[in-house]
């Protein structure tokens, strides 16, 4: 079974970059809905990206197009989130999943959040 750790959060000033990383043991990510959601304090979880490990269209929640890059290295079995022009609002909890529902009608994935598969989060403050 895959096992899931992210790296990378941290504190960043608004407007800069940070680039996050979701490491697999035990598998690769084939075949699988993958992405990341974040929580912030006080808020629902939120689905930032996802996309299918072999093809498809990767999604992204509005408020991070065009700011937020969603890669994948299969043979690494990394995943990365590049994140960049980051705002405060960004703040929060981000966790990677490796599961979910992919649609053929629409060629995208729909997260399921409870696929941590022991992911524990990286945190990232985006703060002046």
């Known amino acids: 079974q895959v096992q899931l750790v992210e790296s990378g959060g941290g504190l960043v000033q608004p407007g800069g970059s940070l680039t996050l990383s979701c490491a697999a043991s035990?598998?690769?990510?084939?075949?699988?809905?993958i992405g990341w959601f974040r929580q912030a304090p006080g808020k629902e979880r939120e689905e930032v990206t996802t996309m299918y490990a072999d093809g498809g269209t990767t999604t992204y929640h509005d408020s991070v197009k065009g700011r937020f890059t969603v890669s994948l290295d299969n043979a690494k079995k990394v995943m990365y989130l590049q994140m960049d022009s980051l705002k405060p609002e960004d703040t929060a909890m981000y966790y990677c999943?490796?599961?979910?529902?992919?649609?053929?009608?629409?060629?995208?994935?729909?997260?399921?959040?409870?696929?941590?598969?022991g992911g524990q989060g990286t945190q990232v403050t985006v703060s002046s």
């Open positions: 999943v490796a599961g979910g529902i992919f649609s053929t009608a629409t060629m995208t994935c729909r997260l399921n959040m409870n696929a941590r598969f």
């Open positions: 035990g598998s690769t990510f084939s075949r699988s809905c």
